[in-house]
C-alpha cells in the first residue's frame, strides 16, 4: 500500500468557491475515485491557498492512470482548472507531484 | 475520528540529516507517540524543505497534549529544533498547525 502525498496552489482569491465545491463534489466523480483505488483521500487547505492532497493506493501510478480514463475526471478537471495556480496552466491531475515518505509510525 | 494535517519548514540545507534522522527514529519516541494516540502518522518533505505531516487521531488537542508530557518528546524535539526555519524559534511541535479538511473520500 502506498501513502502519496502532493500539495498545489489555490488562487488565493478563490478560497470560498473552491471549499463550496468540495462540499458538493459530484457523486459520480467520487465514485469514480472509488473505483480507480483512492482511499481515505483528503484534501487540505491552508488560508494563503496551499492545499495538500492525501490517499492511500495500492499503486498511485495506475490509481492516476484509471482515474485519468474516467470520463466524468476530464469534466470535473476542466470546470476546477480556473482555480489552480500553474505557470504551466495544466490541470490539477496534471499537476500532482507525489513528495517522499520520510517517516511513517502504523 | 480526526485527520490532522499540517505544514513545517526544513532546512534545505539539512535535508539529508533530517531524512536520516527521520529513518533511525528512537524506538521510546515512537512508543510515546502511539501512547499519546498518534496512528498512521506520516511525514513527507519536498525537496525545497517544505514538511506536510498527516496523522489520525480521536482528538489532536489531547494527543498533542499527551506527547508534550511524554520526557522523551522534550530531548527529542530540543535535538530536532536546529532544523526548522521558524521566526520565533519555537520547536517543530509548538508550530504545527492544522489545516482545514475540505474534503475527504473513505
Known sequence: ????????????ERLEEYKERHRTVWPEMREALSRAGWRNYSLFLRDDGMLVGYLETDDFAGARG????????????????????????????EQMRPLE???HLA
Open 101 to 103: 515518505e520520510v517517516f
Open 66 to 93: 484509471r482515474m485519468s480514463r474516467e470520463p466524468i475526471n476530464a469534466v470535473w478537471q476542466e470546470s476546477m482548472k480556473g482555480f489552480f495556480v500553474d505557470a504551466e496552466g495544466r490541470r490539477a491531475d
Open 1 to 12: 500500500m502506498q501513502r502519496v502525498c502532493f500539495v498545489l496552489q489555490v488562487k488565493p
